[in-house]
Nanobody, 125 residues
């Protein structure tokens, strides 16, 4: 069974950091493009970062550029999203998704094959 599981969410104060993990079972993540998405209450889902299997260059939405970092750990079949300098507006459910084809920030929201169930990040004082 092919599965993605996110972890690492929680409650953090503004300016704090969290590291989210996206771990795969049933398939090898390094053969897939991986995207991180988020959906805040009452808002549309937003693609915030992605990394392809054939190209190590990460992509970021403007809303997180300079604060978030995506990285692969192929030995652990896991992709991380390091989130620093968190803001109130980063509060959302965060999802990871995988697709066998390359994606960019502009295209990642279309047809990712596999999705996790999400992990909640709450930024609050």
């Amino acid at each position: 069974q092919l599965q993605l599981v996110e972890s690492g969410g929680g409650l953090v104060q503004p300016g704090g950091s969290l590291r989210l993990s996206c771990t795969a079972s049933g398939f090898t993540l390094d053969n897939y493009a991986i995207g991180w998405f988020r959906q805040a209450p009452g808002k549309e889902r937003e693609g915030i970062s992605c990394i392809n299997s054939s190209d190590p260059i990460p992509y970021y939405a403007d809303s997180v550029k300079g604060r978030f970092t995506i990285a692969r750990d192929n030995a652990k079949n896991t992709v991380y999203l390091q989130m620093n300098s968190l803001k109130f507006e980063d509060t959302a459910v965060y999802y990871c998704a995988a697709d066998p084809h390359p994606v960019t920030i502009a295209t990642m929201d279309y047809g990712m094959d596999y999705w996790g169930k999400g992990t909640l990040v709450t930024v609050s004082s």
